[in-house]
Structures are given as structure tokens and as C-alpha cells.
């Protein structure tokens, strides 16, 4: 499983514990972030993996947000679903 999922879970200390099961057996483990990389990065790159797996186009390019929303980002997420909902048109 992706790092940048795992984070959503872990705790304070970047720790998440897993249960197998059957057998209840516990295992802590830290989760790692990459140096010099956000985690948006982490995102967009996992979700390319998964699209390409699945042998999806990509319709247009990422759009990360790592900042304040304003409204140069807004106008950028605004015209990301725009040229979405022509592409699921088409």
C-alpha cells in the first residue's frame, strides 16, 4: 500500500500498528515520508500507477495544491473541470 495513504493513519509519531488475521499477531511500523517530496507528489504518482494499470488516458495534467487557495488556484481547478467534463462528454 502506498506510504502517502498510510499517513492518514498513522499517529503523532508517524507509527501505525497492523493486525493480521486471522491469528490477531500486531505489528507497529513507521511510515515513511520521501525526502524533498510532498505528499501531493506521492499522490499524483500513485494514482498515475493505478491509472496506468488500468490502462486509462490521462485526460489532462495533475493539478497540485500545496499552498493557499486563491483565485489563480481556483481558476485552475476550475478549468481542470471544465476540460474534464468535455473529455466524459466526448
Do not use: H, W
Amino acid at each position: 500500500m502506498p506510504q502517502f495513504y498510510l499517513r492518514g493513519f498513522a499517529n503523532d509519531a508517524a507509527r501505525i500498528t497492523t493486525v493480521r488475521l486471522p491469528g490477531g499477531g500486531r505489528y507497529t511500523q513507521v511510515v515513511k515520508k520521501t525526502p524533498g517530496r510532498s505528499s501531493t507528489v506521492g499522490a499524483a504518482t500513485a494514482v498515475e500507477k493505478v491509472a496506468t494499470g488500468l490502462s486509462l488516458a490521462k485526460a489532462v495534467d495533475v493539478l497540485e495544491i500545496t499552498g493557499a487557495i486563491d483565485a489563480g488556484v481556483r481558476e485552475r481547478a476550475y478549468e481542470l473541470g471544465g476540460t474534464l467534463a468535455a473529455t466524459l462528454m466526448e
